[in-house]
Structures are given as structure tokens and as C-alpha cells.
């Protein structure tokens, strides 16, 4: 069915239905997950003299959270487009629409809340049950770290870009993916030499050097009159990986899914 209607009734179907076809990946990976929590508190308990800190915790939770958020179009609908495996997925009664977003609150929202639910939950048991060994509360200090708006969009565009070739590559997609990934890694660290070359050979680098710019501190659509040349430079590279790139990936995703014959 390509037609892009959503029904409510239809769409919660698809969402149990996928759940159900992924149990067994989901209880094999969950059992991982809160498998770390207790390896923590295993190491603390060792007489090796070495203690998993509640920061070291919270830092190991964000960084599984991030990777797994990453790579989860991989984890979950790798063979989506697979001429034999991913034929049930088509003859499947969803619009495309709705298969679109299934996958992505798969990856954006349900990936994340699954993990943070699992080990958080199982963090706090344990430092309930042995508070002397195992202190402190994940689930409480995730709440005490500010939003980090770069760290998310950074996030959102590798994701994207993750699920994009997932379903455009049909097969050595994680190799292919990665051969991308490297090529565009080449391609921005050339032009960023390039234009550092062209700067210096022009005689505007010692003027630059005086200036005092603060990515962190400049909002994202912030330009103003006053603004240095290379300042607005990277303006508008930021504005066109944490916005437009993210963006397209995330419609181009759509489109393929929508134009995909198999």
C-alpha cells in the first residue's frame, strides 16, 4: 500500500506488530542493557580497590544512549528493503506514512526512552538495595545535565543520515554507509584547508586571529552587521548541518520508502 493516508487504529496496529516481530531482539538487547548496571556494582564489590562512580555511570548512560540512537535504523529495519526479507514489510496493510513514522518514533523516541527506562531502573535498585556499595541515582542526576543542543542535533543528523542510506543502499549498506561517512569527513576537512589556505595567503588570517568568537555562546541564527567574513562561514555551515542536512535526510528517507520498487 503506497498511499499516504493515516488512519489512528491502523498506525497502533503496525506499532504492535512491529514490537512483536523484534520481541526477541528487544528482550536480548534490554537484558544487555541492564546487564551494565550490575557489572557496576560487581566491580565495586571486587576487592580490586576500583569504584564505578555515579558520574561515570551517568556519563556511560549518555554515550550508550547516543550510539544506540545512531545506529538503531541498523538495529531495526535492516532489512526493511531486502528483496526476500523485507517483502512481508511491503505487502504490509500501512500507508507509507505511517511505516515512515513508526520508524522514525522507533529510533528517536523509543530506542532512548527503552534504555534510560531499563538501565535507570535497574541503577536505582541496586543503589537502593546496597546503598554503601552502590550510591547515588541515575535516573536523578540525568535530570541535574542541561540540554545540550549541539551534542542532539549532532545526534540527529548522523541518525538521519543512518536511516537515509538504509533504505537507499539494498545491500553492503553498513559498508557503503561508512564509505560515505569517510568521503564526507575528506571532503569538509579539504575545504576547511582550502579555505584556511586562501586565508592566510590573502593576509586576513592576522585580523582573525584578534577576533574572539564563541560557537557555544552565538545562537544558531544569530548574524550580525559587524560580523567577520569567516564568522558568517560558520554560521552557515552550522545552520546547514544541525538544520538543512538533518532535514533532508529526514524527507529524502521518506521519499525513498514512498518510491521504493521491488
Same mark, same amino acid.
Given at each position: 500500500m ?10 497502533w496496529?503496525l !506499532? /504492535?506488530?512491529?514490537?512483536?516481530s523484534?520481541r526477541?531482539y528487544?528482550?536480548?538487547?534490554? %537484558? ?5 548496571p #550490575? ?11 576500583m569504584?564505578i562512580s555515579l ?9 550508550m /544512549?547516543?550510539a544506540?540512537?545512531i545506529?538503531s535504523?541498523f538495529m531495526?529495519f535492516f532489512n526493511?528493503?531486502h528483496p ?10 500501512a500507508?507509507? #506514512?505511517?511505516k515512515? %513514522?513508526v520508524?522514525?518514533?522507533?529510533c %528517536?523516541?523509543f530506542?532512548?526512552l527503552?534504555?534510560?527506562?531499563v =538501565?535507570?531502573?535497574m541503577?536505582s535498585?541496586l543503589a ?5 556499595l552502590? &550510591? ?7 535530570w541535574?545535565?542541561s ?5 542532539i542535533?549532532t545526534? %540527529?543528523?548522523l541518525q538521519?543520515a ?5 533504505l537507499l ?5 553498513v559498508l557503503k554507509?561508512?564509505?560515505?561517512? !569517510?568521503?564526507?569527513? @575528506?571532503?569538509?576537512?579539504?575545504? /576547511?584547508?582550502?579555505? @584556511? ?5 590573502s593576509?586576513s588570517?592576522?585580523e582573525? *586571529?584578534?577576533l574572539?568568537?564563541? #560557537?557555544?555562546e552565538r545562537a544558531?541564527?544569530a548574524? =550580525?552587521? *559587524? ?7 560558520l554560521?552557515?555551515?552550522?545552520i !546547514?548541518l544541525? /538544520? ?8 529524502g528517507?521518506?521519499f !525513498?520508502? &514512498? *518510491?521504493k520498487?521491488?
Amino acid at each position: 500500500m503506497n498511499n499516504n493516508t493515516f488512519q489512528v487504529n491502523r498506525f497502533w496496529k503496525l !506499532i /504492535v506488530r512491529n514490537l512483536k516481530s523484534l520481541r526477541k531482539y528487544w528482550v536480548q538487547s534490554l %537484558l544487555i542493557v541492564a546487564g551494565f548496571p #550490575l557489572l557496576f556494582f560487581m566491580i565495586n564489590l571486587s576487592p580490586i580497590g576500583m569504584e564505578i562512580s555515579l558520574d561515570s555511570r551517568t556519563s556511560f548512560l549518555f554515550t550508550m /544512549v547516543t550510539a544506540l540512537v545512531i545506529i538503531s535504523p541498523f538495529m531495526l529495519f535492516f532489512n526493511y528493503n531486502h528483496p526476500k526479507k523485507g517483502f512481508t514489510e511491503v505487502m504490509l496493510g500501512a500507508s507509507v #506514512l505511517e511505516k515512515y %513514522l513508526v520508524m522514525q518514533l522507533a529510533c %528517536l523516541l523509543f530506542t532512548p526512552l527503552v534504555i534510560v527506562t531499563v =538501565y535507570g531502573g535497574m541503577d536505582s535498585l541496586l543503589a537502593l538495595l546496597f546503598p554503601a556499595l552502590y &550510591k547515588g541515582h541515575v535516573i536523578q542526576q540525568i535530570w541535574q545535565h542541561s540540554v545540550d543542543l549541539k551534542q542532539i542535533t549532532t545526534t %540527529l543528523l548522523l541518525q538521519q543520515a543512518i536511516l537515509f542510506f538504509n533504505l537507499l543502499f539494498v545491500r553492503r549498506k553498513v559498508l557503503k554507509t561508512v564509505g560515505v561517512f !569517510i568521503l564526507a569527513t @575528506i571532503a569538509m576537512t579539504t575545504a /576547511v584547508v582550502v579555505t @584556511i589556505s586562501l586565508w592566510e595567503a590573502s593576509g586576513s588570517s592576522a585580523e582573525f *586571529n584578534n577576533l574572539h568568537f564563541d #560557537l557555544n555562546e552565538r545562537a544558531l541564527f544569530a548574524f =550580525y552587521a *559587524n560580523d567577520h567574513p569567516i564568522v558568517v562561514i560558520l554560521q552557515v555551515a552550522r545552520i !546547514i548541518l544541525q /538544520v538543512i542536512l538533518p532535514l533532508a535526510f529526514l524527507t529524502g528517507s521518506y521519499f !525513498i520508502l &514512498k *518510491n521504493k520498487r521491488y
